[in-house]
């Protein structure tokens, strides 16, 4: 049997971050699990959902795991691989290095830059059943991370069932969670910055869209005006019109509220505007 597997290979588009996630976890695990229930709960975790395969990187914990178990004269035999045995999780951390055994094993996460999603593949029971993945799903919403779920009928995938995350919030929850939780930031802080672009993008589209509509009132203004010139009635109307009808020939980029501060003597911006209007009706009328 193929004990070691490569993680990129099986995981993907999008595996440097999941392949980060692991890198930080792995020592993380070492260096933090200290309690004899909480290892056992880890280990625990990578045994009953791994089915004897984990990547390089995983293995090396197991490794360290069950080494660590054996000088303590403890005997692991899992009875059931078909449902999660929640006599392994003793005190109130082992359930996170449990789960935290489960995505090393079984878990992918997808790089938060293109898209959010963290899945977890649980092979089915001989018989077809799901129980591993009900049980599974329950401690998930338990903890409020509500999976969603996939079951491949066809090809290589139909003898798995697959839970998935699709929320940000709900990735971000579940790395700091199992402990990732400088991967957990990296991931909120590139979800931070999209957001932010997003935001910045959708106001300049705004501002282009308003620069539009005023060009293009600017450019009717200026048509109706020619007409009224061509047709000799600007010259009969009073000096105000006039004044305005000839700025806005002249200045057909400015605001209004520049046009009215060129008016001698200035005029408001609703002066303008009314003006504009006085002008375009004027012209409608030819
Ligand atoms: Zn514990």
Not at 30 to 35: I, T, W
Not at 84 to 102: H, N, P, T, W
Not at 133 to 140: G, K, R, T
Not at 183 to 204: C, V
Request: hydrophobic share 35%; net charge positive.
């Amino acid at each position: 049997m193929n004990l070691i597997m490569d993680k990129t290979e099986k995981i993907g588009t999008g595996d440097s971050f999941n392949l980060s996630v692991v890198k930080y976890l792995v020592p993380q695990c070492k260096k933090n699990c200290r309690s004899a229930c909480c290892r056992t709960a880890l280990l625990y975790g990578m045994l009953l959902f791994s089915r004897g395969r984990t990547d390089e990187l995983s293995s090396s914990l197991l490794d360290w795991l069950m080494t660590a178990a054996e000088k303590r004269g403890e005997v692991f035999v899992i009875e059931d691989f078909n449902r999660i045995d929640r006599r392994y999780f003793s005190c109130s951390e082992c359930g996170r290095y449990f789960l935290c055994g489960v995505f090393l094993s079984s878990g992918s996460v997808g790089d938060p830059k293109r898209d959010y999603r963290l899945e977890i593949t649980i092979p089915r029971d001989e018989d077809g059943g799901t129980a591993l993945a009900d049980d599974l799903e329950a401690y998930l919403r338990e903890i409020d991370l509500l999976p969603l779920r996939h079951k491949p009928s066809k090809g290589a995938g139909a003898k798995n069932t697959v839970l998935y995350l699709r929320q940000a919030e709900k990735v971000e929850d579940f790395l700091n969670y199992i402990g990732a939780s400088t991967p957990a930031f990296e991931a909120l802080n590139i979800r931070i910055h999209k957001q932010y672009r997003n935001e910045a993008n959708r106001i300049t589209n705004c501002e282009t869209s308003n620069i539009d509509r005023a060009v293009n009132a600017a450019q009717k203004q200026i048509r109706d005006i020619e007409l009224l010139m061509e047709s000799g009635k600007l010259a009969d109307m009073d000096d105000g019109l006039r004044q305005t009808a000839q700025l806005r020939i002249e200045n057909p980029f400015v605001s209004l509220q520049e046009l009215a501060s060129m008016h001698r003597p200035p005029i408001t911006k609703s002066g303008v505007v009314h003006r504009l209007r006085k002008l375009s009706s004027a012209a409608k009328e030819l």
